[in-house]
């Protein structure tokens, strides 16, 4: 009967989490579907594109990780006005990062394409397509980072009404835009940016409400603690962002090495891989808050309940996906991009594609875990162990042979050294 509770609030705190989570992938499939009706070059163009604004963005994911749990830790401890606090600065930096992001790109494009080895037509569409996307970056970041303070407060169905609205937005915009105007992959880049223009000013209103509803508190405001509170952890989930991203990126940039079939095939795959991540970060996301309380009460998660419902719900689901994909992928891979790919008849690829979600699963969730029991630094060590462990599997693969299942093999091996060390951590 505790285990049913239990399972019940996670699933409360999860369910909308999936939902949010879903949404981005699932636009990024209409812009594959979309971009692969246009042409393989506009695939391929918006691959690089998307894997350069995924960099850009991503780095700065502590604006959400590094936030939800503190949120849940003040609000437990009815520490309002340290929160009001809290939030408003967190908002001030996503703008300013969202600004000076958009500079860099607008600036450095030419040269950031430049690293995937493109056509000359793929690196016209790939520019098109990342300075149009990128000109909503300010908004993305200040729709992560409200929506992580509302996840925080327990109000996860906003983090879901707000995809909702973004996911809409940029499928009819990149429809609209990219078809039936006939912008192509500026109408397509268009669309996220109208998309999360929208949504930002939806979970910013809400978060304003839901603030003026928040008990007044008589704390005095520790401000210079506060920030150092929020540098420190961002510090150290920006560095582990940096691994992470400059990792991810890498293994796109030797795809499209390999030629622009490959690059394409691998960009179709990561969609899906996100898709199928969306479960696993809704659970980790929702441990961030569901832990931290549980460790605000003086209890020992490690001995809980709680902990154990977690690893049994992670288990569960990544070996049910994981033979969900290995049998469908490619059925799946060509309804969502208009393309067939032969790489795929090599089944050691969809194996080690498998692969990479049940071990990634459990990489997920110890990060979740150790952001919602205040191990931020550990956090970060595990992803860099596994980044460059990554790394160094690569290129050892890649000088054997240069091949797309070498890149994946990288990727789960990259994983199971996250998973390890994360597991490790936890216990310690």
């Known amino acids: 009967m505790k285990n049913k509770i239990i399972y019940k609030d996670i699933w409360v705190n999860a369910y909308p989490i999936v939902i949010w989570l879903s949404m981005e992938p699932i636009a990024g499939l209409v812009d594959v579907s979309i971009t692969g009706t246009i042409g393989i070059n506009s695939l391929s163009a918006v691959g690089i594109g998307t894997t350069i ?12 990780y590094g936030t939800t749990p503190y949120v849940a830790d003040l609000n437990i401890n009815k520490k309002f006005s340290s929160l009001n606090y809290f939030i408003l600065f967190g ?26 080895k493109p056509t000359i037509e793929v690196k016209e569409f790939s520019s098109t397509y990342l300075i149009a996307r990128s000109l909503g970056i300010g908004f993305f970041l200040l729709n992560m980072h409200s929506t992580a303070v509302l996840r925080g ?7 879901t009404l707000s995809s909702l609205i973004s996911t809409v937005l940029n499928i009819f915009f990149s429809f609209l835009l990219g078809i039936v105007f006939n912008f192509g992959v500026l ?27 928040l008990e007044k508190s008589v704390e005095s405001i520790d401000k210079e603690s506060i920030r150092r509170k929020f540098f420190n952890v961002g510090s150290r989930i920006f560095v582990r962002s940096v691994f992470l991203t400059f990792f991810m990126a890498t293994l796109s940039n030797q795809a499209s090495r390999l030629s622009m079939n490959d690059i394409a095939l691998h960009h179709v795959l990561q969609q899906m891989w996100n898709i199928s991540y969306t479960f696993v970060d809704a659970l980790a996301i929702s ?9 605000a009460k003086n209890k020992n998660f490690i001995k809980s309940n ?14 049910i996906l994981s033979i969900i994909f290995y049998f469908g992928i490619e059925f799946l891979s060509e309804f969502v991009s208009n393309q067939s790919f032969i790489q795929l008849n090599d089944k050691k690829l969809v194996f080690v594609f498998c692969l990479t979600i049940f071990f ?3 990489a997920f969730l110890w990060d ?12 970060s060590y595990i992803t860099i162990f596994g980044s460059i462990s990554g790394f160094a599997a690569l290129f050892t693969l890649l000088n054997y042979e240069e091949s797309l299942l070498n890149i994946w093999v990288a990727l789960i091996l990259s994983l199971i050294v996250r998973a390890s060390f994360g597991y490790y951590y936890e216990n310690k």
């Open 53 to 64: 604004y995924f960099v850009t963005t991503w780095l700065f994911i502590f604006l959400a």
């Open 91 to 116: 908002r001030r930096v996503s703008i300013y990062l969202g600004i000076a992001v958009f500079i860099i790109v607008w600036l450095f494009d030419s040269a950031l394409i430049d690293l995937f």
């Open 153 to 159: 407060l327990r109000f996860p169905k906003y983090t």
């Open 187 to 213: 109408g397509v880049g268009l669309a996220s940016t109208i998309s999360f223009l929208v949504a930002s000013i939806y979970s910013t209103y809400i978060l304003n409400i839901k603030i003026r509803m």
């Open 287 to 295: 441990a961030q808050t569901l832990v931290a309380e549980y460790v």
């Open 306 to 319: 709680l902990r154990k419902c977690f690893i049994n719900l992670t288990f569960s689901i990544s070996i």
């Open 360 to 362: 990634g699963y459990f």
């Open 368 to 379: 979740g875990i150790l952001l919602g029991l205040d191990k931020s630094k550990e956090f």
